[in-house]
């Protein structure tokens, strides 16, 4: 599979929104999971949400306990893209936002959000919240 490319990262201030994009292989068969994970410097990477990709139309969605609800992620059909609204930012926020692939996980597997069950990365994009 090609590389994801991530897209969409910035310099917000608390309170505010951005949406990040990722586009991914054009691949994606039954089973695949895409997720979206966060890290900031000495600290371990994080899963956030991934989608579990059933059919073209159908896939499955899942989020890390502690985002509150304020991110959702989201699949564009056709597009090849997955994208990761965050709204109400705070400062803890800051991080570098990847997104990742893998092929064939079990749902279960695709929804525990580890960064160890991923091995196809984008090279991050950037977000700071900041006032």
């Known amino acids: 599979q090609a590389q994801p490319v991530e897209s969409g990262g910035g310099s917000v201030q608390p309170g505010e929104s951005l949406r990040l994009s990722c586009t991914y292989s054009?691949?994606?068969?039954?089973?695949?999971?895409t997720g979206w994970f966060r890290q900031v410097p000495g600290k371990e990477r994080e899963g956030l949400a991934t989608?579990?990709?059933?059919?073209?139309?159908?896939?499955?969605?899942s989020y890390s306990g502690f985002l509150e609800g304020r991110f959702t992620i989201s699949r564009i059909n056709g597009k090849k893209t997955v994208n990761l609204q965050m709204n109400n930012l705070r400062a803890d926020d800051t991080a570098v936002y990847y997104c990742?692939?893998?092929?064939?996980?079990?749902?279960?597997?695709?929804?525990?959000?580890?960064?160890?069950?991923?091995?196809?990365w984008g090279q991050g994009t950037q977000v700071t919240v900041s006032s």
């Open positions: 990742a692939t893998a092929d064939a996980l079990p749902k279960e597997v695709c929804q525990r959000r580890s960064p160890t069950d991923f091995d196809n």
């Open positions: 054009p691949y994606i068969t039954r089973g695949a999971c």
């Open positions: 989608i579990y990709h059933v059919t073209p139309i159908t896939f499955y969605d």
